[in-house]
């Protein structure tokens, strides 16, 4: 998706689809306003007749608009001015996203970001609109052996400042939110992979798929035999019950001073968790793959941090295994080694499959 930002007045505006904000009660915002005056009182005939009352997720898709130069204008209902939140915000951008996937619109001004909201900026608004509307549109087809595009997709979307001195403060927001937004993608496409193939090697290659794109990061990844060395036992004891290979992965940003203490984030990577030998139950076994989504929100973190180019240093830290049984795994008696020497005997599972260990 495309965002940019324009000033300029609702009517004169050439593009696909126009949106303002009506309130309740069918109350007009300055944008509609305006697209009102433009065609003669053409939209607020309509509101008197109860086409939009102006509550909240409330919508009126208009064509040919009288004296506008877009093709259509969608009124989205807001609720009462005074009450609007940052929920019923990303909701008003939601529903926007929503109703217009399947118009036929391609290019869309958004005159949303003149909605009051208290103690919220134009950035903030900008960037809560983008993180909105991309997760509105959102959707995992990647495995999906047809995939029918759609015919006129949803490209492009303009946000509309006040005036020309705030381009520069709306294009920083649109920078942020989109940044904000690829980190989010990238959490939700990790997660939604399935296990077989987000496996602890797929996470490994894309943290080093990070260094490659993304300025100022290093990854590093472990292999078992490493992992060992360094005495981590219950990692091992989890992993070697499977015939992928654990991995120790770490992304480093380093945007900060190099004096500057690291702000560190540990994922959980367990990327099928079947139980190991306290196998789960089989209806929810299919869920068992979102057991790194930690893993998969530190690598999508880190991505945000380093689009930004964001002035501090972080370290994310991933622990990549499968949890599986076989006839190799960890069982009651046998014994793993801490990182700091000590020889643990596990005892036993518990029911979700955790290690019960005694010195």
Sequence with gaps: MEYTVKSGSPEKQRIGCVVAAVFAPRTLSQAAKILDKASGGQISNLIRRGELEGDLGGTLLLHNVENTLCDRVLLIGCGKEKEIDTRAFRTINSTMAKTLKSSGTTEVASFLTEIPIKRRSLTWKIQQSIEAIDESLYSFN?????????????????????????????????????????????????????????????????????????????????????????GMGAFISVSKGSHQEGKLITVEYRGGDKKQQPIVLVGKGVTFDSGGISLKPGAAMDEMKYDMCGAASVLGVVTACAELLLPINVVGIVPATENMPDGIATKPGDIVTSMSGQTIEILNTDAEGRLILCD
């Design 142 to 230: 990647q495995l999906k052996s047809e995939q029918k595009p759609a015919r006129r997709p949803l490209r492009k979307f303009v946000f509309s400042v006040s005036g020309r001195g705030q381009l520069t403060e709306g294009e920083e927001a649109v920078r942020l939110g989109m940044a904000i937004s690829s980190g989010i993608k990238l959490t939700k496409d990790l997660a939604n992979l399935p296990g077989n193939i987000c496996t602890p090697d797929y996470l490994a290659k894309q943290a080093i798929n990070m260094q490659k794109l993304l300025p100022k990061t290093r990854a590093t990844v472990l292999g078992e035999k490493e992992i060992e060395e360094l």
